[in-house]
């Protein structure tokens, strides 16, 4: 990847884009923006948890995702009897009667975390260290996981039966909470006849891990102004309820607002957003374009909230 500007790779990163896109749509009928905000994700360095419920292909799209971008991928089922070990690795005595570390399936470059919330708090912080240093610590040794890496797990919001919910510290490692809705009458009529018949779709290899960093790092070289970045931030502000800046609405509903990865990664989503779109620098349209993946995680509503029926994404677009 000889390109002689920036310019010149953000033109290819937009046709790379393009084509990664028309590659998946052979696989994944409709949900484009949720593609488009995997993508993002991907391309920011960043975790994605994918929320709907059962039957929308969540876990067949990040597969097809790591087949198109030709990256190692391992899916791990979580379980209530899931151990930390059981993602990791483990450390176990060889036949020279030494102690070996045996590598877990998080040794990949993308991990599906599969229904992560059907396993207890423990279990899930195993990931923590994962997301966040993109390394593992088992028995005082410290192993590094395969550039690039990232978690995209998948969670089902109606059945709260045996689920537990994720912790704030982990909720907080993930760039987007991304949700899918049911398709329109027309994509599952085309869904059903794709899935019905017998051929299979080949997906062509779009884009490798050494190209991914290429354009990982291009992103973070694009410009901000000031003014886009000082309204990311007073966005963010806007969500905590003690600030002088939170509106009324915030007072009322909120219990607590994002904190500072929200902001970094309102602006890392708007940079990537902008690129994608043709631009060379991001406006405050594309950080409302990445408000709502970014912030409805991150906001903890109130009892009142709750007991009035507003969520989330009420309270996000108040706020824009």
Request: proline share 6%.
């Amino acid at each position: 990847m000889h390109y002689t500007s920036d310019v010149e790779a953000a033109k290819a990163l937009q046709s790379k884009i393009q084509t990664i896109k028309s590659a998946i749509g052979q696989v994944i009928v409709g949900q484009h923006d949720v593609v488009d905000k995997l993508l993002i994700s991907i391309l920011c360095n960043g975790h994605s948890l994918l929320v709907g419920v059962p039957g929308l292909a969540k876990t067949l799209l990040v597969k097809t995702v790591a087949d198109v971008l030709d990256l190692s991928f391992k899916r791990i089922q979580f379980t209530p009897d899931l151990m930390p070990s059981d993602i990791t690795g483990a450390e176990i005595l060889d036949e020279n009667r030494q102690f070996r570390f045996v590598k877990g399936p998080v040794f990949a470059n993308i991990i599906l975390a599969d229904e992560i919330n059907r396993t207890p708090p423990k279990t899930q912080s195993a990931l923590l260290e994962a997301m966040q240093e993109r390394s593992v610590t088992a028995g005082g040794q410290l192993y590094q996981l395969p550039l690039p890496f990232f978690v995209l797990a998948t969670q089902n919001p109606i059945e709260q039966e045996g689920t537990y919910p994720l912790p704030e510290a982990q909720l907080d490692r993930f760039m987007f909470m991304i949700s899918l809705d049911y398709p329109a009458f027309a994509e599952e009529v085309s869904i059903v006849r794709n899935t019905t018949g017998a051929s299979t779709p080949t997906l062509s290899k779009s884009m490798d891990a050494t190209e991914i960093r290429f354009f990982q790092e291009l992103i973070r070289r694009v410009p901000v102004p000031d003014n886009v970045l000082e309204y990311a931030v007073s966005l963010v502000h806007k969500t905590r309820p003690a600030n002088t800046l939170a509106p009324a609405i915030s007072k009322q509903f909120i219990a607590y607002g994002a904190g500072p990865r929200a902001s970094q990664y309102l602006i890392l989503g708007a940079k990537c957003h902008a690129l994608l779109h043709g631009k060379y620098s991001p406006d405050i349209e594309d950080v409302q374009a990445m408000a709502h993946s970014v912030l409805r995680h991150r906001i903890v509503r109130n009892y009142k909230a709750e007991a009035d029926g507003v969520t989330q994404d009420n309270l996000i677009q108040q706020l824009l």
